[in-house]
């Protein structure tokens, strides 16, 4: 299920963020669409969208690609020893990313 824009969360912390994903967590679709090929995909998804927020670039992908970038990068955060307050700025780019794409329809 793809968030609305109201659910899209304004306020971003680590806990927001973690009831965000278990509500819309997209994983069970994309693990279906890519089968054999979704931890090479996703891997190519996750880079491309982190070099864009690295660069200061905006997000160029739909709304439930950056959905996926957003629940991967959460479970995959603590083996990354990425500090806290950088995480919560990529998914604050990720959020305003979504809140662009489903304002655009």
Do not use: H
């Not at 679709?29 to 969208?49: H, I, V």
């Not at 995959?76 to 500090?83: I, K, M, R």
């Amino acid at each position: 299920m793809l968030p609305q824009l109201e659910d899209i969360p304004s306020e971003i912390d680590l806990s927001t963020v973690k009831e965000f994903i278990r509500q819309f967590d997209p994983t069970a679709s994309y693990r279906q669409r890519w089968g054999a090929n979704y931890l090479d995909n996703m891997q190519t998804l996750w880079n491309s969208q982190i070099e864009r927020f690295q660069s200061s670039l905006p997000a160029d992908v739909a709304c439930e690609d950056l959905l996926m970038v957003m629940t991967f990068d959460y479970y995959l955060g603590p083996s990354l020893g990425v500090p806290s307050d950088r995480k919560v700025d990529f998914f604050a780019w990720l959020c305003a990313g979504m809140k662009r794409g489903l304002a655009q329809g």
